[in-house]
């Protein structure tokens, strides 16, 4: 920080002498006063993302992916291969070719993000979805009334949704108590 308490200010237009996008040194939080402008997101150096363009394939604009993930012949790359395992790691089948190099398949040769989703299977999806789409409604509904703030999400919407995903699920819940809610709401009792 300089002098008059203000954080040093680094003009990130200018080259960075390495490859990283961060300019190095410290610079104060804006906890520690002087407003955020010395803060470590400002301090990006974004000429180094310049390097590479927004929106590459590596095949070429002409390059047709759907058509060449629907000629993916597994049974053609098995008979190809010395030794097949499956599952090295989750979603991921390892071809071992007679002349010994590896070939990974990846969730079977289907569509990655839902053949071998982890981070965001479709049960958990929906639930967000759904609470984001009643989340959206109740904001316009309540349009004007609504500070201009970050609000948590209501927790009728909460309910309904988890009520709605049990239902669907087969799975019937019993209703709290009013005591029982009183507990939930309450710090006088409890951890």
């Given amino acids: 920080m300089t002098d008059n308490h203000e954080p040093a200010l680094v003009d990130v237009n200018e080259e ?9 040194g410290r610079a104060a939080h804006p906890t520690q006063g002087g407003g955020n402008r010395g803060w470590w997101p400002n ?10 363009p927004a929106v590459a394939n590596p095949l070429g604009a002409e390059f047709d992916y759907a058509a060449a993930f629907s000629a993916v012949d597994l049974p ?11 599952n090295v790691r989750p979603n991921v089948d ?19 993000n839902l053949a071998a989703a982890e981070g965001h299977p479709p049960s958990v999806m929906d639930m967000s ?19 201009a703030s970050v609000h948590a999400v209501p ?13 669907s699920m087969g799975i019937k819940i019993d209703e709290l108590t009013d005591k029982q809610k009183h507990y939930m709401s309450a710090w006088e009792e409890g951890t």
């Fill in 43 to 52: 301090q990006l150096n974004l000429k180094i993302l310049a390097k590479n």
């Fill in 94 to 112: 390892e071809y071992q070719l007679k002349k010994g190099k590896r070939i990974y398949v990846l969730g079977q040769g289907r569509l990655v």
């Fill in 155 to 167: 927790v009728e919407v909460e309910q309904y949704v988890a009520r709605h995903k049990l239902e």
């Fill in 129 to 147: 979805f759904a609470t984001q789409a009643l989340t959206t409604e109740y904001c316009v509904k309540n349009r004007g009334k609504l500070s």
């Fill in 76 to 86: 053609a790359l098995k008979a190809e291969s010395a030794a097949v395992h499956s």
């Fill in 16 to 24: 960075a002498e390495g490859k990283c996008p961060v300019v190095h």
